[in-house]
């Protein structure tokens, strides 16, 4: 009986999976939008997808090639404390943001929750900053790419690189959500085996297992030292102000783990799909972050003269696992592993080009944006968007009179203060919507994922993020490190934030959306209907993959 009932089950879920394809099929040819008249985005994205988009957010250049500069500000020590501590503060802002977005999976992300949750000004200043986000980032990551090309042929323009990159990212994104989230499941698996198997030989090489038979232990620790005096300073304001510089850095390197959200409008099945791939986010910092730091720590000394991307002239030389490997002698292993790098620019380039077009569909939807924008293809493609944030890939070659690691640094600097901006008001919409359920009394733990640590980590992640902003170019005003290019990347963003919430607050004249006001009800409909049981594993082997996965 229990056999016939669990047969039955399969076949009633495997049912559901078919409805839900032909509907997607159909929704390909006839979902219009009746506000906007265009047609919808369409939910292409599959579980898979959307667990491997989650790791592509957390793992890119920011772990391979921005952790150089950070191990020689910070010290090992400092590194590791530092993302540590930024760590703590992506994990509460993913809490925050999978209890929103799993409850209401809707195009525009956070975007359009602050808009449910706040007001419209706070909407229009969430989304152009988080559009402006991914709009520069983009560049930074193909000044990355070529600097990591470089490392094989730096006798060719960077130039050459960079318009190839350009070609990739554009034609991936181009192809639909689909083929973006069959690239970033490939791109994203080469990353997770990449470190994993870095990790792996970190740890041997530290215990002798390279070629030169040489046991490192934790000799870097003791000499240069744990920490850095940063910039000379002595004593513990030296040390304090090194693992502080580490923080901005550690920033560029987590942020996009939220992209998730961007990409809930295009997820299939939503409500299940989604917290499970935030559920795994705290995995994912712990075994690729933290460990990950920690091994380089071990590896490669603070004092380094080429963990500088500025005086390697921008090659992968200065990538701390490059360092590592060519110490131990290993000749063929830096270039295999740049090849896995170089994937990792090409997939962090591609989402970043997905995102900065999505968010710009959000805006549109919200009417912050010109309607153009909303032009979508027979296949739910929003091709405007795409093809207008392609020009700005076109950045990407103020690194050939700059010098790419010197503009990936810029560009590093403005995202990550751009991006912590992005957190700060994901968590200040958190705790709006977490008092409208209060006083709707709308029960927490009904909802498709909730966490017992809000709203407080709410609260931490919030000041955490503006406390780091405000304080992220301090070491421009010590005495003679004054650097213009390093004051403006680091606070044309965090300036950026007020003026255009004062100016739509002034635009809209909108109060503050009271909690007892808020809307909880639009869209759950639609949503719950495209919500359904994936069929049950059929072996163990698909039992493991759901569980990965």
Same mark, same amino acid.
């Given at each position: 009986?229990?056999?016939?009932?669990?047969?039955?089950?399969?076949?009633?879920?495997?049912?559901?999976?078919?409805?839900?394809?032909?509907?997607?099929?159909?929704?390909?040819?006839?979902?219009?939008?009746?506000?906007?008249?265009?047609?919808?985005?369409?939910?292409?994205?599959?579980?898979?997808?959307?667990?491997?988009?989650?790791?592509?957010?957390?793992?890119?250049?920011?772990?391979?090639?921005?952790?150089?500069?950070?191990? *020689?500000?910070?010290?090992?020590?400092?590194?590791?404390?530092?993302?540590?501590?930024?760590?703590?503060?992506?994990?509460?802002?993913?809490?925050?943001?999978?209890?929103?977005?799993?409850?209401?999976?809707?195009?525009?992300?956070?975007?359009?929750?602050?808009?449910?949750?706040?007001?419209?000004?706070?909407?229009?200043?969430?989304?152009?900053?988080?559009?402006?986000?991914?709009?520069?980032?983009?560049?930074?990551?193909?000044?990355?790419?070529?600097?990591?090309?470089?490392?094989?042929?730096?006798?060719?323009?960077?130039?050459?690189?960079?318009?190839?990159?350009?070609?990739?990212?554009?034609?991936?994104?181009?192809?639909?959500?689909?083929?973006?989230?069959?690239?970033?499941?490939?791109?994203?698996?080469?990353?997770?085996?990449?470190?994993?198997?870095?990790?792996?030989?970190?740890?041997?090489?530290?215990?002798?297992?390279?070629?030169?038979?040489?046991?490192?232990?934790?000799?870097?620790?003791?000499?240069?030292?744990?920490?850095?005096?940063?910039?000379?300073?002595?004593?513990?304001?030296?040390?304090?102000?090194? %693992?502080?510089?580490?923080?901005?850095?550690?920033?560029?390197?987590?942020?996009?783990?939220?992209?998730?959200?961007?990409?809930?409008?295009?997820?299939?099945?939503?409500?299940?799909?989604?917290?499970?791939?935030?559920?795994?986010?705290?995995?994912?910092?712990?075994?690729?972050?933290?460990?990950?730091?920690?091994?380089?720590?071990?590896?490669?000394?603070?004092?380094?003269?080429?963990?500088?991307?500025?005086?390697?002239?921008?090659?992968?030389?200065?990538?701390?696992?490059?360092?590592?490997?060519?110490?131990?002698?290993?000749?063929?292993?830096?270039?295999?592993?740049?090849?896995?790098?170089?994937?990792?620019?090409?997939? *962090?380039?591609?989402?970043?080009?997905?995102?900065?077009?999505? *968010?710009?569909?959000?805006?549109?939807?919200?009417?912050?944006?010109?309607?153009?924008?909303?032009?979508?293809?027979?296949?739910?493609?929003?091709?405007?968007?795409?093809?207008?944030?392609?020009?700005?890939?076109?950045?990407?070659?103020?690194?050939?009179?700059?010098?790419?690691?010197?503009?990936?640094?810029?560009?590093?600097?403005?995202?990550?203060?751009?991006?912590?901006?992005?957190?700060?008001?994901?968590?200040?919409? %958190?705790?709006?919507?977490?008092?409208?359920?209060?006083?709707?009394?709308?029960?927490?733990?009904?909802?498709?994922?909730?966490?017992?640590?809000?709203?407080?980590?709410?609260?931490?992640?919030?000041?955490?993020?503006?406390?780091?902003?405000?304080?992220?170019?301090? *070491?421009?005003?010590?005495?003679?490190?004054?650097?213009?290019?390093?004051?403006?990347?680091?606070?044309?963003?965090?300036?950026?934030?007020?003026?255009? %919430?004062?100016?739509?607050?002034?635009?809209?004249?909108?109060?503050?959306?009271?909690?007892?006001?808020?809307?909880?009800?639009?869209?759950?409909?639609?949503?719950?209907?495209?919500?359904?049981?994936?069929?049950?594993?059929?072996?163990?082997?698909?039992?493991?993959?759901?569980?990965?996965?």
């Amino acid at each position: 009986m229990s056999i016939e009932k669990e047969k039955s089950d399969h076949q009633v879920a495997e049912v559901g999976q078919k409805i839900q394809d032909a509907s997607d099929t159909e929704s390909l040819r006839n979902d219009i939008d009746p506000l906007t008249g265009e047609r919808k985005l369409v939910r292409q994205l599959k579980n898979r997808h959307i667990a491997m988009i989650s790791i592509g957010g957390v793992i890119g250049t920011g772990l391979f090639l921005g952790t150089a500069g950070s191990l *020689a500000n910070g010290g090992p020590l400092g590194l590791l404390l530092g993302y540590t501590t930024m760590g703590s503060i992506c994990f509460s802002v993913m809490l925050c943001l999978g209890e929103m977005v799993a409850f209401l999976p809707i195009p525009g992300g956070h975007i359009k929750l602050a808009e449910r949750f706040v007001d419209p000004a706070f909407s229009f200043t969430m989304g152009w900053n988080y559009w402006y986000n991914w709009v520069i980032v983009l560049p930074a990551e193909l000044s990355a790419a070529s600097v990591l090309l470089g490392f094989w042929r730096p006798d060719i323009n960077p130039a050459v690189w960079v318009a190839m990159c350009i070609v990739v990212v554009v034609t991936i994104n181009m192809l639909g959500a689909g083929a973006y989230g069959e690239a970033e499941f490939i791109f994203a698996s080469i990353k997770v085996i990449t470190i994993t198997g870095l990790i792996i030989l970190g740890i041997v090489l530290d215990l002798g297992g390279g070629p030169d038979h040489d046991r490192l232990g934790f000799r870097f620790w003791k000499h240069p030292g744990p920490f850095t005096q940063f910039q000379g300073i002595g004593g513990a304001k030296g040390r304090f102000l090194g %693992y502080w510089a580490v923080l901005t850095q550690a920033a560029f390197s987590f942020i996009g783990t939220e992209i998730v959200a961007i990409a809930a409008g295009e997820a299939k099945n939503p409500r299940r799909n989604l917290p499970r791939a935030i559920k795994r986010v705290y995995i994912r910092i712990l075994l690729f972050y933290i460990l990950g730091t920690f091994v380089i720590g071990i590896l490669v000394p603070s004092n380094s003269d080429r963990l500088n991307l500025k005086a390697t002239h921008g090659t992968a030389a200065a990538s701390p696992f490059v360092i590592a490997i060519q110490r131990a002698g290993i000749k063929s292993l830096p270039s295999i592993i740049n090849a896995c790098l170089l994937t990792s620019a090409w997939s *962090a380039a591609s989402s970043d080009l997905y995102t900065s077009s999505r *968010a710009l569909y959000g805006l549109a939807a919200s009417g912050n944006a010109p309607k153009i924008f909303l032009k979508t293809s027979r296949n739910g493609l929003p091709f405007v968007s795409v093809i207008f944030n392609s020009v700005f890939t076109l950045l990407g070659f103020m690194g050939v009179n700059s010098g790419s690691g010197r503009v990936f640094g810029w560009f590093a600097n403005m995202t990550a203060i751009a991006g912590l901006m992005t957190w700060f008001g994901i968590s200040l919409t %958190y705790i709006r919507f977490y008092k409208g359920l209060k006083a709707q009394g709308i029960d927490r733990t009904t909802l498709p994922f909730y966490s017992r640590l809000q709203p407080f980590v709410a609260w931490y992640s919030m000041i955490a993020c503006l406390i780091i902003c405000i304080l992220s170019g301090w *070491a421009v005003f010590l005495k003679g490190q004054w650097a213009t290019d390093t004051f403006v990347t680091n606070y044309l963003p965090l300036a950026l934030f007020p003026i255009l %919430y004062i100016g739509s607050k002034y635009y809209y004249k909108e109060p503050v959306k009271k909690a007892h006001e808020m809307d909880f009800i639009t869209n759950i409909k639609e949503i719950e209907a495209e919500t359904y049981d994936d069929p049950p594993p059929k072996n163990k082997l698909e039992a493991f993959w759901q569980w990965l996965m």
